[in-house]
C-alpha cells in the first residue's frame, strides 16, 4: 500500500547522536501511525515508538522503555515524513531500524526497508 523509505543510519561512537527519517509516499492521513522498530542481530524485532499525525507535540508520541528519555519521535505532515532523534546512543542501540505505518485501529502493514544505526563503543 503505502511506500516508506527510511534513511539517516549510520556509524556513530557511544555518546553520540543521530536522525532518522522515514518517508511516506502519497497523501497521509490524520488517522495515521508510524511506528519505529528496530531488529539487532541474533534478536526480534522491538518496538522503539510510535506518533499519529493527529494532536499535538506534547501527547503524539510514545516510547519503550529502553529509548525513553534519549529519543525522541517528530513529524513534518507537510512532507510526510516522521523522524526519529537519537541521542546518547549506546551500544546496545545497535541495529537495523525499520519504520512502518498503519491506519488508526489496525496492525502495522506497510514497512520500509530499514537503515543500519551502529554504535561503537
Known amino acids: 500500500q503505502v511506500q516508506l523509505v527510511e534513511s539517516g543510519g549510520g556509524l556513530v561512537q557511544a555518546g553520540g547522536s543521530l536522525r532518522l527519517s522515514c518517508a511516506a509516499s502519497?497523501?497521509?492521513?490524520?488517522?495515521?501511525?508510524m511506528g519505529w522498530f528496530r531488529q539487532a542481530p541474533g534478536k526480534e524485532r522491538e518496538f522503539v515508538g510510535g506518533?499519529?499525525?493527529?494532536?499535538?507535540?506534547?501527547?503524539?508520541?510514545y516510547y519503550a522503555d529502553s529509548v525513553k528519555g534519549r529519543f525522541t519521535i517528530s513529524r513534518d505532515n507537510a512532507k510526510n515524513t516522521v523522524y526519529l532523534q537519537m541521542n546518547s546512543l549506546k551500544p546496545e542501540d545497535t541495529a537495523v531500524y525499520y519504520c512502518?505505518?498503519?491506519?488508526?485501529?489496525?496492525?502495522?502493514?506497510?514497512w520500509g526497508q530499514g537503515t543500519q544505526v551502529t554504535v561503537s563503543s
Open positions: 512502518a505505518g498503519a491506519e488508526m485501529g489496525l496492525d502495522f502493514d506497510s
Open positions: 502519497g497523501r497521509t492521513f490524520s488517522s495515521y501511525v
Open positions: 506518533i499519529r499525525w493527529s494532536g499535538g507535540s506534547g501527547g503524539s508520541a
